[in-house]
């Protein structure tokens, strides 16, 4: 109904209309998967925030229902921010979230279902005595905010962690209770950067060390490690980094200090913020949600009625061969929307080479691709010192022996607008060859009031494995998975003349050297009903 209509994602969950950002309280409840958000109602823009809530089955199509919470009381009325919830033993529902409140002061809230035998959970109760957490001495009254899920002590009593900061040091608090209204500070803390600034919508959860399902929260033993994930509100991404959780003191320590939280990896390296876990007791895996935010003009968000995304969820594992990262996959049901798929096999890249791949339509698709560099032309290249960076070699552009090569992604004719998603591969003075994952924004538009940033890091290749790539397309958002999800790019992308049946897609392989061998499967996706 308006001019910016084909920015409308068909597959990635959004409200109606209006703003939204952080997912709330993801969980499995009778049957249905419940997704809760910070919304403003009343306009595309930040505000005065309430949960918006809305209902699955299977994570891709969804309904929406009445709003949950709303800024109701003093201790919540500047916003009902972001929260977690917990299930009890006996499957009941509880929820703490902060509340912004009368005086913008920083508490957190107790809240449960006022009738937990509706599986769709519509209506919410506020505990009477909240706030049951104030923010405690030596921290700011507006830096403590966004409680975990709780998991159990070895004592059997509940934990959380609320994250903090104090002066630059980024830290998570930790809390025990036994009934969600009382709660004992401990001493120290689970974490603490120094230099990463105020941490945001913390996140801690077990993984496996070998097996390849989720482990539910409380989950703890030889073969598990911890993950602390934290959104750095200074540089708005969201880190994580491996661990080792002591269980008895509280506080947890990265297995590598120097990729500790904050100054190491990143879940993605576009855009992506405000994210967190469930478990999925209904299928033993782990999910994480995303909040993507708009990256054009807010003038244009008011005028299309609606900003921000969630990202398609991710399962989450460790990776077993590298044991230093996990992987991030979309998860297996966004496959029932596939349909259409086109094959390209062992398909030979000369450097220097586009290819159309004339696809009837390529603005909703999943790509799926394996490349391989000719090793002849590997094995004779000299080595060098490799100080590549995606975000500052000039992007798809810049030609190098072993790179880039990958896809143009809603691609207009002449290349008028396209977003190349793509590998560079350079060889070191050592020999061994270091791969790099990156998205280029820069040719994206011909707008000029939308980011144009280009995107991505290294990705770990170990020995043996071919380059892989699966790229989802969705209108104006592009997420991106290397090497089976160790590397990941999430890109708005605003194209003005690439959009629906104009949008197409296409290889390329601009190295200077070698030859690329693609192959490919692409499916056309079919729309979600949200
Ligand atoms: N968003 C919420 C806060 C959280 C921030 C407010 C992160 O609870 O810290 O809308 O995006």
């Known amino acids: 109904s308006n001019m910016l209509g084909w920015q409308r994602p068909a597959f990635h ?68 921010w972001t929260g977690s919830v917990t299930i009890l033993p006996d499957g009941q529902l509880v929820v703490l979230y902060t509340g912004s409140t009368n005086e913008s002061v920083q508490v957190q809230n107790l809240a449960y279902p006022a009738d937990p035998s509706d599986p769709l959970l519509i209506k919410w109760v506020k505990y009477p005595g909240n706030p049951v957490l104030v923010p405690p001495p030596g ?37 025990d209770t036994e009934d969600f209204k009382t709660f004992e500070l401990l001493d120290g803390v689970l974490h603490a950067v120094p230099g990463t600034g105020m941490w945001e ?39 994580y ?39 999925d007791q209904n299928k033993q895996r782990r999910v994480l949600w995303s909040w993507i935010k708009e990256t054009d003009a807010e003038a244009s968000d008011i005028s299309k009625g609606w900003a921000s995304l969630m990202g398609v969820p991710r399962t989450i594992l460790l990776d077993k061969k590298t044991q230093t990262n996990i992987i991030q996959w979309p998860v297996e049901e966004i496959n029932s929307l596939r349909t259409n798929v086109t094959v390209f096999k062992n398909l030979e890249l000369e450097a220097g080479s586009l290819v159309p791949l004339n696809l009837p339509a390529a603005s909703q698709l999943d790509i799926v691709a394996e490349f391989e560099l000719d090793e002849r032309t590997v094995l004779r290249l000299n080595g060098g010192e490799v100080a590549y960076e995606c975000a500052k070699n000039g992007g798809a552009g810049t030609r190098g022996a072993l790179g880039p090569f ?33 998205a280029d924004q820069s040719r994206s538009s011909t707008a000029t009031d939308v980011d144009k940033s280009i995107y991505g890091n290294i990705v770990p290749v170990l020995k043996g494995e071919k380059l892989s790539m699966r790229i989802l397309v969705d209108h104006s958002i592009v997420e991106s998975f290397a090497q089976e999800g160790r590397t990941c790019i999430t890109s708005r992308v605003y194209p003005t003349k690439a959009i629906y049946n104009n949008a197409q897609l296409f290889l390329f392989n601009n190295a200077t050297a070698a030859t690329v061998t693609a192959s490919v499967s692409v499916w056309q996706m079919k729309s979600a009903k949200i």
């Open 406 to 438: 990958g896809f143009s992604v809603l691609a207009h004719e002449g290349l008028i607008e396209h977003t190349p998603v793509y590998f560079y591969v350079a060889k070191g003075v050592d020999g061994n060859l270091k791969t790099f994952f990156c």
């Open 13 to 80: 969950f959004r409200p109606e209309k209006n703003w939204m950002n952080d997912p709330n309280g993801p969980v499995f409840y009778k049957g249905w998967y419940h997704l809760f958000y910070q919304y403003h109602p009343d306009a595309p823009v930040w505000g005065k925030i309430v949960w918006g809530h809305a209902v699955s089955k299977d994570l891709v199509n969804w309904q929406h229902l009445p709003i949950a919470m709303e800024t109701d009381q003093w201790y919540d009325e500047q916003g009902v």
């Open 201 to 239: 919508c913390v996140d801690f959860y077990p993984i496996s060390k070998q097996d390849e399902n989720g482990l539910d929260t409380s989950v703890d033993g030889p073969g598990v490690k911890h993950i602390v994930k934290a959104s750095m509100d200074d540089d708005r991404n969201d880190y």
């Open 241 to 279: 980094a491996i661990g080792t959780y002591d269980a008895y003191k509280g506080k947890w320590k990265p297995d590598n200090p120097a990729l500790d939280v904050g100054i190491g990896l990143r879940y993605d390296y576009g855009i992506y913020y405000a994210s967190k876990t469930f478990y």
């Open 139 to 175: 921290i700011d009254l507006k830096d403590f905010r966004d409680p975990t899920t709780a998991w159990k002590t070895p004592e059997g009593k509940w934990r959380i962690t609320i994250g903090s900061k104090v002066n630059k040091t980024g830290i998570s608090l930790v809390y």
